[in-house]
């Protein structure tokens, strides 16, 4: 194998790119979902926004891009509630269930207001 140095990165797809700037603009302790990204951009739909978050979505806050039911994503549970927490997203928290994110509440329809 090749030395990593040697290897240059693949270019970010413009796509992937106008994704990613849509979830660094979400404010803290608001959410998009992945629907709610694909319409405000006007292209492409859920699963392509979710494939954009799960390849590149690390150097943004990736927890303020979610399902539209408000679940967690899964294996990202644990990191993500301390994100929210830090914030004070709007969660649910039945007793004895998983959190979940209260989507009423945390829902950002991309506006200032």
Known sequence: MGR??????PELPAYAERVLQVAEQIPPSRV???GDVAEWLGEGGPRQVGRVMALYGSSVPWWRVVRADGTL????E???LGHY???GTPLREPEGGPARLDMRR???DGTDG
């Open 78 to 80: 644990h990191r993500a």
């Open 85 to 87: 927490r830090a914030e």
């Open 4 to 9: 990593m140095e040697n290897q240059e990165l």
């Open 32 to 34: 998009m979902t992945y």
């Open 106 to 108: 945390a829902r950002w």
């Open 73 to 76: 994503l899964p294996g990202h």
